[in-house]
């Protein structure tokens, strides 16, 4: 079974083992050869640079890479949706998706007991792992959204807050594109499909129906009750580090736990998480140990439990610098950039218009 090491040799390592030969003919499968790498790519340990620039050492065509940098480029161009939208990707952001039945989420999604054999164990490895397949999230979030006729809000929360790549943009509008909200079509599988591509041959559920019938299914049973997302998170409570008031300060965070980030430099570091922005988007308790882990490839973090606007009690905003992120806007100090594959910037309406960019660069 899959784990996630927090040790950045072994994530290194795990860039090294990429077969994206392999990857482009399996991905869709429940056992294909996917990199699960997203993880540190969310946290910020790695970026889609990395990835790609060892994609490249490979020297492989084009052809037999293009389907995993086409991916690495879906993450690029989220996050390119998330600093052009801002806060606005908690809405819908092309259609208003309909027709909805609740702002809640399906219990038997919560309680893994839909009754589709593959979809509930998904769901029990959610919790236990921190981790589920890319095709597996779309069946869950169609069965949400499409079947249940819940809006994507709601569980996609759930869904960020149980994994360890939870990335508010990734996943949103991932949500957002299966509902219909961020797409002109909702997405559909049925039980056939489901078979196909996680191994089982389950029959007789209420996804066991031709393509055709799914506009017009009734909310099957089993879907109809629906719960809401509430979730009690806490933070460590670490008291305040010893911190200097003038000494350059670089300053991590969830989105940002990049071991190499001016390495070795005789400065001041500080993994800041903010009360107010996870009473927000909630996580859970291996979520946020998971990222604790991760800091520990960092020497001397000090780990400051609080606003920003606590932390400048203790350290000038004039030594700060911080790494640039939607999630941090009201940060003082110096921003710099972050990497990206491409220079490519900007809103772009669909990801193809945002790929062909891209590539051109690529
Ligand atoms: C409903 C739903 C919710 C999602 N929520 C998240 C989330 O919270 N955080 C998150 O990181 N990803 C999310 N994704 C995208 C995708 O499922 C994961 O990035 C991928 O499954 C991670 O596994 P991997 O690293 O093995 O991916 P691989 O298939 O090995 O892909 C390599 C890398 O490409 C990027 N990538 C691949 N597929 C996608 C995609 N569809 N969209 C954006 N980037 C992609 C990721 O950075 C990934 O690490 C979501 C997708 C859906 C459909």
Request: some cysteine; proline content about 5%; glycine content about 4%.
């Given at each position: 079974?899959?784990?996630?090491?927090?040790?950045?040799?072994?994530?290194?390592?795990?860039?090294?083992?990429?077969?994206?030969?392999?990857?482009?003919?399996?991905?869709?499968?429940?056992?294909?050869a996917v990199t699960h790498l997203s993880p540190y790519i969310s946290r910020g340990v790695i970026s889609t640079r990395?990835?790609?620039?060892?994609?490249?050492?490979?020297?492989?065509?084009?052809?037999?890479?293009?389907?995993?940098?086409?991916?690495?480029?879906w993450r690029d161009y989220w996050q390119q949706v998330w600093i052009a939208k801002k806060e606005g990707i908690r809405?819908?952001?092309?259609?208003?998706?309909?027709?909805?039945?609740?702002?809640?989420?399906?219990?038997?999604?919560?309680?893994?007991?839909?009754?589709?054999?593959?979809?509930?164990?998904?769901?029990?490895?959610?919790?236990?792992?921190?981790?589920?397949?890319?095709?597996?999230?779309?069946?869950?979030?169609?069965?949400?959204?499409?079947?249940?006729?819940?809006?994507?809000?709601?569980?996609?929360?759930?869904?960020?807050?149980?994994?360890?790549?939870?990335?508010?943009?990734?996943?949103?509008?991932?949500?957002?594109?299966?509902?219909?909200?961020?797409?002109?079509?909702?997405?559909?599988?049925?039980?056939?499909?489901?078979?196909?591509?996680?191994?089982?041959?389950?029959?007789?559920?209420?996804?066991?129906?031709?393509?055709?019938?799914?506009?017009?299914?009734?909310?099957?049973?089993?879907?109809?009750?629906?719960?809401?997302?509430?979730?009690?998170?806490?933070?460590?409570?670490?008291?305040?580090?010893?911190?200097?008031?003038?000494?350059?300060?670089?300053?991590?965070?969830?989105?940002?736990?990049?071991?190499?980030?001016?390495?070795?430099?005789?400065?001041?570091?500080?993994?800041?998480?903010?009360?107010?922005?996870?009473?927000?988007?909630?996580?859970?308790?291996?979520?946020?140990?998971?990222?604790?882990?991760?800091?520990?490839?960092?020497?001397?973090?000090?780990?400051?439990?609080?606003?920003?606007?606590?932390?400048?009690?203790?350290?000038?905003?004039?030594?700060?610098?911080?790494?640039?992120?939607?999630?941090?806007?009201?940060?003082?100090?110096?921003?710099?950039?972050?990497?990206?594959?491409?220079?490519?910037?900007?809103?772009?309406?669909?990801?193809?218009?945002?790929?062909?960019?891209?590539?051109?660069?690529?």
């Amino acid at each position: 079974m899959i784990n996630f090491p927090t040790d950045i040799l072994a994530i290194e390592n795990r860039i090294r083992q990429i077969d994206p030969v392999k990857y482009s003919n399996t991905r869709n499968h429940k056992d294909g050869a996917v990199t699960h790498l997203s993880p540190y790519i969310s946290r910020g340990v790695i970026s889609t640079r990395q990835v790609y620039q060892h994609i490249q050492t490979l020297d492989l065509p084009w052809h037999k890479t293009e389907k995993l940098i086409q991916e690495l480029a879906w993450r690029d161009y989220w996050q390119q949706v998330w600093i052009a939208k801002k806060e606005g990707i908690r809405q819908d952001l092309k259609n208003i998706q309909t027709p909805i039945s609740n702002y809640q989420i399906p219990k038997a999604i919560l309680h893994a007991n839909t009754g589709i054999e593959e979809i509930d164990i998904a769901i029990k490895h959610l919790y236990t792992l921190g981790y589920m397949h890319n095709h597996m999230r779309m069946y869950v979030a169609s069965i949400c959204c499409n079947i249940a006729n819940s809006h994507w809000l709601e569980p996609a929360k759930w869904m960020y807050s149980h994994l360890l790549d939870g990335d508010l943009a990734s996943n949103f509008l991932s949500w957002q594109w299966v509902s219909g909200a961020f797409s002109n079509k909702k997405y559909y599988a049925n039980q056939n499909n489901i078979n196909n591509f996680f191994n089982s041959t389950q029959q007789n559920t209420f996804l066991d129906v031709e393509y055709s019938a799914f506009e017009n299914l009734d909310i099957p049973e089993i879907l109809k009750e629906t719960v809401p997302f509430e979730f009690d998170m806490k933070l460590p409570d670490t008291g305040n580090p010893k911190l200097e008031k003038k000494k350059t300060t670089l300053i991590y965070n969830y989105y940002n736990i990049d071991p190499y980030w001016h390495k070795d430099q005789e400065v001041q570091r500080i993994f800041l998480l903010e009360p107010s922005f996870f009473a927000k988007n909630p996580v859970n308790q291996k979520c946020i140990n998971f990222a604790i882990q991760l800091t520990k490839n960092i020497e001397d973090i000090k780990m400051f439990v609080g606003e920003f606007s606590k932390l400048t009690e203790f350290v000038d905003p004039d030594h700060i610098i911080f790494k640039e992120h939607p999630c941090n806007r009201y940060y003082q100090g110096k921003e710099v950039p972050r990497e990206w594959m491409s220079s490519i910037t900007g809103f772009y309406p669909s990801f193809f218009s945002f790929w062909k960019k891209c590539k051109k660069e690529l």
